[in-house]
């Protein structure tokens, strides 16, 4: 290992690296359109206790936070290709298992990792809401779908922000072990660039500079949000 | 789907497994020991009058939080090594536990010091200044009457920590430190890597165990400690 930074090697990985970038803001958008509706749903059967969705939701929740990423990562790599085969094989489908894309297992994992994160968002912040403003909502005349969404929800959304905001870039974050499932995304392709020359210290401060980019990026366009709806929040103050 | 899943495999694993629970602890109690004393200085740093220290000091923990944990673990390990052997000490093969522990605590010094920040900023000024005002010295002052409090609010998040600790401590495996879940891995590569997933599944439940167990440990200390924070505010 030299001990001299090679600063050509240094800027051309970087764009190597940033070229990842389209793919993790993918998974962390598709994650995030599923999770976003998906746990506000779970957390509103939690607060209700519906018989058996809510025990469902509160040992899923419970799993999923027990356990590290890159376990829920294998798990799902190496279960879902399996029944995947069977069900190709047991309705013909002229397709082979090795030829789908990791991306899709890389949507399921993380789905369902950041619904279980945004249930227990959406629980805290719904009943940070009172239940007076959904007896005043149903009081004057809207329907229940009403109230939620042009009663409830906004306020819901101001209180769980934040948390939201920290859980988008954790999912970012933990996009980067994506590179378990050979999914190219910024560090995999970092990582490959930097084998033929051992040049692995430019590759991972490269990785390094792309992460902290997006993730202050991300949490400052969060910020300009949450200054937007607080204006809404001392409307209702 | 019988011939893929065997549950003899599921069963047979937790014996091999956790007699490495040790190293997983023990990179976990370093970590603490070490990234409690990191979060001590950098919230000084923030709660302090430096103006330049308090800029570093939230730089560190923005910076770092950005970071995840395996680009963090990768820079450490390739790039401390080459950066120490400009000044001709050659730490290459040291421990792959010293690593991991340098990384953690980097990472846990950040989170802590946040934590140790809102604590303690959590806690009326007003209870610092009585407390000096009957006498006591700026020192017992804030050992007696500051610190216990602030050590209640800072409990549950202290909690929140250690769990994401010792999940993102499972990532040690990947620069070769044979914790829980490098045994796993090393048992499923002794297997010609079949029957991965009866393996994960065990070491998902070890990892859930031990979570629920510190959530319920910390939910306990919070109930004994928050009895005593309601006699303080009834007097």
Known sequence: ????????????TFFVALSGVPIALLITVVAMTIALPLGFLLALTRINRLPILSQFSSVYVSFVRGTPVIVQ??????????????IFQKYDVGMKV??????????????????????????????????????????????????????IIPQTLVVALPNICTATVNLIKATSLGYAMSLHEITLRAQVAANPGYNYVEAYIDIFLVYLIICSLVEFLFKLYEKRLSKYKLVIA | MEKYFDASYLWGAFPMLIPYLKVTFWVVI?????????????????????????????????????????????????GVPALISNI????????????????????????????????????????????????????????????PQAFVVALPNFGNALLELMKEGSLAYTIGLIDVMGKANLIIAGNY???????????????????????????????????????IKSV
């Open chain 1, 1 to 12: 290992m030299s001990s001299q930074l090679d600063f050509e090697f240094l800027i051309d």
């Open chain 1, 73 to 86: 990562i294998f798990i799902i790599y190496n279960s879902v290709p399996i029944l995947l085969e069977e």
């Open chain 1, 98 to 151: 090795y030829d789908v894309n990791p991306i899709w297992y890389a949507f399921i994992v993380f789905s369902l990792n950041t619904t279980a994160i945004l249930i227990e968002v959406f629980r805290s912040a719904i009943s940070t809401v009172s239940k007076g403003q959904l007896e005043a909502a149903m009081a004057v005349g809207l329907t229940t779908l009403q109230a939620f969404r042009r009663i």
């Open chain 2, 30 to 78: 370093l970590t603490v020991l070490f990234g409690t004393l990191l979060g001590f200085m950098l919230a000084a740093m923030k709660v302090g009058n430096s103006k330049i220290a308090r800029k570093i000091a939230n730089g560190y923990t923005t910076v770092l939080r950005c970071t995840p944990s395996i680009v963090l673990l990768f820079l450490v390990y390739y």
């Open chain 2, 88 to 147: 001709g000490i050659d730490i290459n093969d040291w421990d792959k536990i010293f690593f991991v522990v340098l990384t953690f605590t980097l990472q846990f010094g950040a989170i802590m010091s946040e934590v140790i920040r809102s604590a303690y900023e959590s806690i009326d000024k007003g209870q610092f200044e009585a407390a000096v005002s009957v006498g006591l010295s700026n020192k017992q002052a804030y050992w007696r009457i500051v610190v």
């Open chain 2, 193 to 231: 890597n079949s029957h991965a997933l009866e393996i994960y599944i065990a070491i998902s439940i070890i990892y859930w165990i031990l979570s629920i167990a510190i959530e319920q440990f910390f939910s306990l200390l919070e109930k004994l400690f928050s009895k005593g924070k309601q006699v």
